[in-house]
């Protein structure tokens, strides 16, 4: 076989097969029923805690969820999609212009979510690592999804490193900070991706490092294409 019969034939197989290992997990997201289900029923697990969370609070309270952005409510699959299908690791300048696209389609249950919280009179804040200079395209994409508000924190890296995600949610309870509203906060609920988006071991938060919390006042989403554990050799149970 000849090498450009060898090249269309390989294009050929991999158009008919998608879900080839290099990117079968990004599919799975992407694709998958069984995902949309997982990640619809955690927002309405988070739904029910809020609902019954500011029930108990006292009249005129203030209070909000934090979330994280990136594959909790904005879906990244199509860059994943890209990235992989050309055999590229992930790139922050290639991802930068992928934002600015404002092409990130909403993870299944956010947006109802987002509308219980506002309905009950709760505020929302972003607690994203995107870099500062993303802010516009961020908001816009959100506000296209119907996700944004004029009265929600976007709260961003900056160049100051010690400009934490735990820093920023401290920002929002104190209400202290570029994060916050100026006044305390009751947090109702955290959602993310990861262990990072929810309160560790130190923090002020009653549940910091409590993994009781999870599921009760913490809700995690399954991001099988990227983390933390990617680092990891073994797992130790």
Known sequence: MGLLAAVAAATAVHAQNPEQPQYR???????????????????????RAVESGARQLQRGQAWAVILDADETALDNTGYEMERRTYHQPHDETVFRAWIARRESGAVPGAQDFI????????????????????REDTRANMERLGLWMADDRLCLMTADTAYTKRARRAEVANGTGACSWGQRITVLAFVGDALGD????????????????????????????????????????
Do not use: H
């Not at 997990?25 to 988070?46: F, G, L, M, P, Q």
């Not at 309160?199 to 399954?222: C, K, Q």
């Open 115 to 134: 509308a219980t919280v506002r309905r009950l009179g709760g505020r929302v804040a972003w607690n994203s690592n995107r870099l500062e200079a993303a």
């Open 198 to 237: 929810f309160p560790a071991a130190g923090e002020a938060d009653p549940d910091a490092g409590n993994d009781a919390a999870f599921g009760v006042r913490f809700f995690l989403l399954p991001n099988p294409m990227y983390g933390s554990w990617e680092r990891r050799v073994t797992r130790r149970r």
């Open 25 to 47: 997990e990004v599919k799975w997201v992407r694709d998958s029923e069984e995902y949309a289900t997982i990640a619809r029923a955690i927002y309405r697990a988070a739904a």
